[in-house]
């Protein structure tokens, strides 16, 4: 299985675990699993630092590199697929970043790990609901 992380499920796995369920994290942690995280989810990140929303303890890019390598996350492209299969997925939607992980998952076939009731809700969209 091919998972993308949702940026708070990110966050939560490396920051605060315990917000993530037994069953999400009994297939996270299966050694089998490609885990992908998205460029967005990096900006989104930097973005929740900078308002103050949360916290780490040293600077952004080595904090950034010990979660990647921690967590065994591949990148996941951001390119001209996803930005055409924008196209189709949650018109109208305000939030861009979540409009970019789920054209992400939706171009390159990944799962959205997600607690997000919206994402979940998005037809053809797989996902691994972490509720």
Known sequence: M???????????????????TSEVQEVLTDPGIERFLSPISVWEAIVLLEKRKIE????????FEDSRRDLELLEAPLDWKVVQ??????????????????????AYDLTLVTSDARLLRIPALKTLPNV
Do not use: C, N, Q
């Open 56 to 63: 780490i303890d040293k600077g952004f890019g080595e904090w």
């Open 85 to 106: 299969e924008m196209r189709s997925i949650m018109m109208g939607y305000k939030d861009p970043g979540d409009r970019f992980i789920a054209a992400t998952a939706r």
């Open 2 to 20: 091919r998972l993308l992380l949702d940026t708070h499920i990110w966050l939560w796995l490396y920051l605060e675990p315990h917000k993530i």
